[in-house]
C-alpha cells in the first residue's frame, strides 16, 4: 500500500505499508512514475472544475478564526463570572476561548458560517474598542427618560442623548421625539467627561445646522463683541 500526494511541481508527502523486508529502485521508480502520471490527470480535472482556488470559502462553510487584543481586555471580554462571553456565544452560535499568550489575548472563534463568526468579532471588537470624541456610532436605545435616553453606541457603553440634542427644533417632551426604547439611532459622541467617564451623544449634530440658528448664534456674538 503506497500512498503518493502532491502538485504539479512535485511530492508533498508519501505513505507505505509493507511486509517484505524492502522494495528495489526499480520498483520505487515506478511506482512514483505511476503515482505522478495519476496525480497530474486528477489535477488536470480539478482544474478544469475550478482552475484557481475561491477567495473565500463558502458563507456557510465552517471556520476559525483567531484576533489578539490587549492583556488588560482579556476580563472584559469574559466578564463577571464569563457572563459576556457566554452571552457572546449565545447570541451568535460561536464557540469562543480566550487566553493570555506572551503578555497579549489571544481569542479563537469557532463557528459554523461566516456570519456567525462575523456577529462574534464584531461584538468581541465592540468591547475592546475604545470611544472616540466626534465618531459617529450606531446604538439601541436602552431606557427612556423624561429628559433623554440612554443609548448602548458600543456593546457594554451607554451614553445619554439629551432631549436638547436630538432634534435643532425644539422639542418639549420625549413622546415628542418619537424615540423608544428598542429603536437603533445614529449619534455622534461630542464629549467624554474626563472625571466621570460619562458619555454624551447628539443626533443634532448629525444633521444640517438652521439658516435660522445660524444667524442667532452670530448675533449672539455680535452683542458680546
Aim: overall charge negative; glycine content about 10%.
Amino acid at each position: 500500500d503506497f500512498k503518493v500526494t502532491g502538485t504539479k511541481d512535485g511530492i508533498t508527502a508519501t505513505q507505505m505499508d509493507i511486509k517484505v523486508d524492502g522494495l528495489s529502485y526499480e520498483v520505487l521508480e515506478k511506482a512514483l512514475a505511476q503515482a505522478r502520471e495519476g496525480r497530474m490527470h486528477i489535477l488536470g480535472k480539478i482544474l478544469e472544475t475550478i482552475p484557481e482556488p475561491r477567495p473565500d470559502m463558502k458563507p456557510h462553510a465552517p471556520r476559525i478564526e483567531t484576533l489578539t487584543i490587549p492583556k488588560d481586555m482579556i476580563g472584559a471580554v469574559i466578564g463577571p463570572g464569563g457572563k459576556i462571553i457566554q452571552g457572546i456565544q449565545e447570541a451568535t452560535g460561536a464557540v469562543v476561548t480566550i487566553e493570555e499568550v506572551d503578555n497579549i489575548g489571544r481569542i479563537e472563534i469557532a463557528a459554523p458560517c461566516r456570519e456567525s463568526i462575523d456577529a462574534a468579532l464584531s461584538r468581541i471588537k465592540g468591547i475592546v474598542a475604545v470611544p472616540e470624541e466626534g465618531e459617529v456610532y450606531t446604538g439601541k436605545v436602552k431606557s427612556i427618560l423624561a429628559f433623554g435616553a440612554f443609548i448602548e453606541f458600543m456593546p457594554g457603553k451607554d451614553g445619554l442623548l439629551h432631549i436638547s440634542e436630538i432634534s435643532w427644533d425644539r422639542i418639549e417632551s420625549m413622546e415628542q421625539s418619537g424615540i423608544k426604547e428598542g429603536d437603533e439611532v445614529t449619534v455622534k459622541l461630542i464629549e467624554i467627561d474626563k472625571k466621570t467617564g460619562k458619555f454624551r451623544l447628539s443626533m443634532k449634530a448629525l444633521q444640517p445646522r438652521p439658516e435660522r440658528q445660524d444667524k442667532r448664534d452670530r448675533s449672539k456674538k455680535e452683542n458680546k463683541d
